[in-house]
């Protein structure tokens, strides 16, 4: 089942977007372009706000936008991106074509930051009880039999 999308105190709907929201959303950009997100829902007949339909636009609807599995030389890129620029999603996207700065991020998070970090190291207290109570189990105490 899927939720209907709520409206707001301002008559904005909120939540999951309708096939007939993306066609109006698409042939509106397709036909004027998009020049203001803040008035361009009204002008589109959208009972949205303008950073929702900026967002749908960029990350979902654009035709260029690639959608699917990143490949392995894609993996690689990132991870060596990411190892020279940190959290720069934007400046990495650039390097990939057709893929969006926020699908490269869930992509990082979900999948490859646990590739390029395994298990973090033990803090330093469990060290420190692991090394004093390995000490006190090396120490034998001879027993002599009567």
Known sequence: ????????????????????????????????????????????????????????????????????????????????????LGNKWSIISGKLPGRTDNEIKNHWHTNLSKRVKPNQPVSSEVVNEEQSSGSSQSEVIQTTKV
């Open 1 to 84: 089942m899927v939720r209907s999308a709520s409206i707001d105190k301002n008559g904005l709907r909120k939540g999951s977007w309708s096939i007939e929201e993306d066609e109006k959303l698409r042939n509106y950009i397709q036909k004027y372009g998009h020049w203001n997100w803040r008035q361009l829902p009204k002008f589109a007949g959208l009972s949205r706000c303008g950073k929702s339909c900026r967002l749908r636009w960029k990350n979902y609807l654009r035709p260029d936008v690639k959608r699917g599995d990143f490949s392995e030389e894609e993996n690689n890129l990132i991870i060596q991106m990411h190892e020279e």
